[in-house]
Every structure is written in C-alpha cells, then in structure tokens.
C-alpha cells in the first residue's frame, strides 16, 4: 500500500537563479539495470537515478536472479546472469508505477524458458500491454493470463524463441526495446523497423555491451535496426546523464518566472530526446548549449536557460517521439506565450501514467488559461500568464504534478495539486532541487 497523497502548494515569489544538475535519466538508468542483469558478470552504474520507478525495476530483476548493489548514493553494481538466464522468481514482479520497467522486463523475460507474474499500480495496470505481447509471441513467448491485455499478467517465456521483422504499430521505444531484448534469446537475427525513430538508448547500450547491432534509414524517416541473437554481453561501466525529461521542469520554470536566470548542468541532449529545448527555441526562449561533449556514449551540454517572452507556435506531429512526456509542461510555457500554441499528434499521451492530453487540458483550465483537445491535437491560447488559483488532480502521474507546480511558480495565485508522492517515481528530489533555486512550495 502507497503512504497517504502529499498535496504540494507553489506560489510566485522572485526570480529563480543558481545551478543545478537533475538528477539522471530514467530511460538509460532502466536500460543500465537490465543490460547489466543480462551480462555475465558485473556493470558499474554510476548517476543511476534513484527513484521509485528504477527501484522497482531493481527489485523485479533481483527477483529474477540477478545481484544488486547499491555501492554508494547513485552508484550500483549488477551482477548479470547472462542473456536467457533468468530464474523463474518465487512471486509476483510488482512495478509500481513504471510503464518502462515493465514492459522491457517483459521482453527480457520473454526470451527465457521461465513463468512470470508482472504487475503495477492502479496508474500501471490502467495501461495498454497488448502491444508489447504481439511481438513477443511472435518470438515464441505465451500470455498465460491477463485481463484484456492489461495487468496482471502471466507470461511463459519462448522455450525456443524465434527471430521476428518487427514494425512497431506505434512511435514507441518501450516496443521497440521489448522486441530487442527477447531478440536476445533467438538464434539469427531479429529486426525491428520503425517509421518514426524514438529514443535509441536500447540500441546504443546493446552496442556498448558487445551485441552485433545495425540499425539504418528505412522509409523515408524511418529506421531498421538488426540486432543477432543470442550475444554473450559483457558488462561495461554506465555513466547515466542528467535526464532531459526532468531538466524540463526548472527549465520552463526559467523561462516563465521573470528575472530568471538557471545554468543546468550536464543534460542528455541525445537529438532523439531534445525536441522540447528545440520548441521553446522557436518560441523565443533564451536557451544556450554551454560546454557541449559527450559523457558515457552520449551527448551533453550545461543549459543556460534566462527568462523572455514567448510567442505561440505549431509543433509538428513529427516532432512527438522526441518529446513525448514534456508536452504538460510544453503546454504551461505555451499559456505564458503571446498567442495559439497548437500541439499535433498527441495520440500517445492518452496511454500515459494518466491520460495526458485530458489530464494537461484540465489542469490549465483549472487555472484559468483556454486550452482545447481537438482530435489527438492540443491547442492553448497564450495569453503571456495564467490566473493559478486551482486545485490540480494529478491521476497517479508525476509529469502532471510537475507541470502543475510550475504554472503556480508564474501564476498570479497560487496551485495546489492533490497528491505529490508520484514525483518521486522520476525526480525524486524535486522539491528540495527548486527551493535551492528560489521556488516557494509548501
Ligand atoms: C520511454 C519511452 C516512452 C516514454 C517513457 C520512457 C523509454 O514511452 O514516454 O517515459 O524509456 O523507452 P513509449 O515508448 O510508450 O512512447
């Protein structure tokens, strides 16, 4: 059982200012977990982010017969027990709330002749995993039961996992990961194409452990990616970067609280994760790339990110994959904008923590800016501030509790939201991290 909701409050006060580093990426800090679990031997994760989601995902691989340390604060070493070589765990894998952990585990377990129960929380169990067990019983795996493709479920992992050509029906890296990581287990090769490219953090790290991976263009925009089964991974050190999905958070802060000025330091600015940055650009934003390098595999940079004016623009559906959950704090910067922001193709965040795009529409409402969902698309009418004043329901989701703050930190009165415990599954920290910026909340 959770602990009681924690009802947050964030009210205007000056400008923010100072330096901060978020705490690291979720994606790379899950994918770390399970790539280490798969070596034959021990990974060194260093920044691993700490929270609830990443615990739980530890947990469950634990469960599966991997060993897991936790050497200092972020630093963790996993013990692997080799591609195909989990154990089948005594109970039931429990991932609270994290979409990612679970559906990658999925393909991971898939891919081994074991029986395993996964589950989440009321927020999990709400979501769609039919599309993750298409593919893999394809390669082999069995659904042994599941209500209506959603949590709880039973899967029986292949005995024999066959390699699959694999066109994810959506923009999806949870997909495209599960179908890799059971590809694992499969003799030959395992391909997966897909029309608009995602965040490649799966592929990146495959690489880095030693697997035979190929990805190239397909379909105009699109890509192939064709991974050889059956590797022998070799554990190599982590290094996870400050996740963009949580520097999102002071960063539209800087931008909407007047005055402000914020140095962020060593932000992933993987192209594949940046189209938020990109946006509020377009908008006018002051965001310089500072010491931009590469860490751990991946490309960083210090933002400095300065307070401004903003005008409403149109962001292409396109550009959705690279920043599917920034959009509810996309859409607080867009009410601070002079004019319409109108955000295209949002299908996706419907089968979110919440539904995003309902759960983002109302809590601008709620605080007095005109927001409207036509179709998949968002549409906010910018009037350069927000009244505030409103009461958030965040559905279990730590970017709507997130974004929520935020608007108060601008709003002419204070928001309050129901319940801030979730923000712990991502940015654990969060509230001490913008308090030392300057951000009244209570
Ligand atoms: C993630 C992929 C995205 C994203 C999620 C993390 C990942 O989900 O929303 O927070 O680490 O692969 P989808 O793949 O379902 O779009």
Same mark, same amino acid.
């Given at each position: 059982?959770?602990?009681?909701?924690?009802?947050?409050?964030?009210?205007?006060?000056?400008?923010?200012?100072?330096?901060?580093?978020?705490?690291?990426?979720?994606?790379?800090?899950?994918?770390?977990?399970?790539?280490?679990?798969?070596?034959?031997?021990?990974?060194?994760?260093?920044?691993?982010?700490?929270?609830?989601?990443?615990?739980?995902?530890?947990?469950?691989?634990?469960?599966?017969?991997?060993?897991?340390?936790?050497?200092?604060?972020?630093?963790?070493?996993?013990?692997?027990?080799?591609?195909?070589?989990?154990?089948?765990?005594?109970?039931?894998?429990?991932?609270?709330?994290?979409?990612?952990?679970?559906?990658?585990?999925?393909?991971?377990?898939? !891919?081994?002749?074991?029986?395993? &129960?996964?589950? /989440?929380?009321?927020? #999990?169990?709400? =979501? %769609?995993?039919?599309?993750?067990? +298409?593919?893999?019983?394809?390669?082999?795996?069995?659904?042994?039961?599941?209500?209506?493709?959603?949590?709880?479920?039973?899967?029986?992992?292949?005995?024999?996992?066959?390699?699959?050509?694999?066109?994810?029906?959506?923009?999806?890296?949870?997909?495209?990961?599960?179908?890799?990581?059971?590809?694992?287990?499969?003799?030959?090769?395992?391909?997966?194409?897909?029309?608009?490219?995602?965040?490649?953090?799966?592929?990146?790290?495959?690489?880095?452990?030693?697997?035979?991976?190929?990805?190239?263009?397909?379909? !105009?925009?699109?890509?192939?990616? &064709?991974?050889? /089964?059956?590797?022998? #991974?070799?554990? =190599? %050190?982590?290094?996870?970067?400050? +996740?963009?999905?949580?520097?999102?958070?002071?960063?539209?802060?800087?931008?909407?609280?007047?005055?402000?000025?914020?140095?962020?330091?060593?932000?992933?600015?993987?192209?594949?994760?940046?189209?938020?940055?990109?946006?509020?650009?377009?908008?006018?934003?002051?965001?310089?790339?500072?010491?931009?390098?590469?860490?751990?595999?991946?490309?960083?940079?210090?933002?400095?990110?300065?307070?401004?004016?903003?005008?409403?623009?149109?962001?292409?559906?396109?550009?959705?994959?690279?920043?599917?959950?920034?959009?509810?704090?996309?859409?607080?910067?867009?009410?601070?904008?002079?004019?319409?922001?109108?955000?295209?193709?949002?299908?996706?965040?419907?089968?979110?923590?919440?539904?995003?795009?309902?759960?983002?529409?109302?809590?601008?409402?709620?605080?007095?800016?005109?927001?409207?969902?036509?179709?998949?698309?968002?549409?906010?009418?910018?009037?350069?501030?927000?009244?505030?004043?409103?009461?958030?329901?965040?559905?279990?989701?730590?970017?709507?509790?997130?974004?929520?703050?935020?608007?108060?930190?601008?709003?002419?009165?204070?928001?309050?939201?129901?319940?801030?415990?979730?923000?712990?599954?991502?940015?654990?920290?969060?509230?001490?991290?913008?308090?030392?910026?300057?951000?009244?909340?209570?």
């Amino acid at each position: 059982m959770r602990a009681e909701p924690v009802p947050l409050t964030a009210r205007r006060n000056g400008p923010l200012s100072g330096a901060a580093r978020v705490p690291g990426d979720k994606s790379i800090s899950i994918r770390a977990l399970i790539l280490g679990a798969l070596a034959v031997g021990e990974t060194r994760i260093a920044g691993l982010l700490e929270g609830d989601d990443v615990v739980n995902t530890a947990r469950a691989l634990a469960a599966l017969g991997a060993r897991l340390t936790r050497a200092r604060e972020r630093q963790w070493l996993v013990h692997g027990v080799g591609v195909g070589g989990f154990a089948e765990p005594a109970n039931t894998l429990d991932f609270g709330n994290s979409g990612t952990g679970c559906r990658l585990a999925l393909g991971a377990v898939a !891919g081994c002749p074991i029986t395993a &129960t996964f589950d /989440g929380d009321a927020s #999990l169990r709400s =979501r %769609p995993m039919r599309r993750v067990l +298409d593919p893999l019983e394809r390669i082999g795996a069995r659904t042994l039961a599941s209500a209506d493709g959603r949590l709880p479920l039973t899967l029986a992992g292949a005995r024999d996992p066959m390699p699959i050509v694999f066109e994810p029906p959506v923009a999806s890296a949870q997909l495209k990961s599960a179908a890799l990581l059971a590809g694992l287990s499969a003799p030959g090769a395992t391909v997966v194409i897909e029309a608009e490219p995602t965040r490649d953090h799966t592929e990146k790290m495959l690489r880095h452990f030693g697997a035979d991976i190929r990805v190239e263009p397909a379909n !105009g925009r699109g890509r192939r990616i &064709t991974l050889t /089964g059956q590797p022998e #991974l070799v554990p =190599r %050190p982590v290094a996870v970067p400050a +996740d963009p999905s949580s520097a999102a958070f002071p960063l539209v802060a800087a931008v909407i609280v007047p005055g402000s000025e914020l140095i962020l330091h060593g932000v992933m600015m993987n192209p594949l994760r940046t189209g938020l940055v990109t946006t509020l650009m377009e908008m006018g934003a002051r965001i310089e790339r500072l010491d931009e390098r590469n860490e751990g595999g991946e490309a960083v940079a210090d933002l400095r990110v300065r307070a401004g004016s903003l005008c409403g623009v149109d962001v292409p559906a396109a550009r959705a994959p690279s920043m599917i959950d920034e959009y509810p704090v996309l859409a607080v910067a867009a009410a601070f904008a002079e004019g319409a922001t109108v955000m295209r193709g949002l299908k996706e965040l419907r089968v979110k923590e919440s539904d995003r795009l309902a759960a983002t529409a109302a809590l601008l409402r709620g605080n007095g800016v005109a927001a409207e969902i036509d179709g998949d698309d968002l549409i906010v009418q910018g009037k350069g501030g927000a009244a505030g004043g409103g009461l958030v329901t965040t559905h279990m989701d730590h970017r709507i509790a997130m974004a929520a703050m935020v608007l108060g930190l601008a709003s002419d009165k204070p928001v309050k939201i129901d319940d801030g415990s979730f923000i712990a599954t991502s940015f654990p920290g969060f509230v001490e991290l913008m308090r030392s910026l300057g951000a009244v909340l209570s």
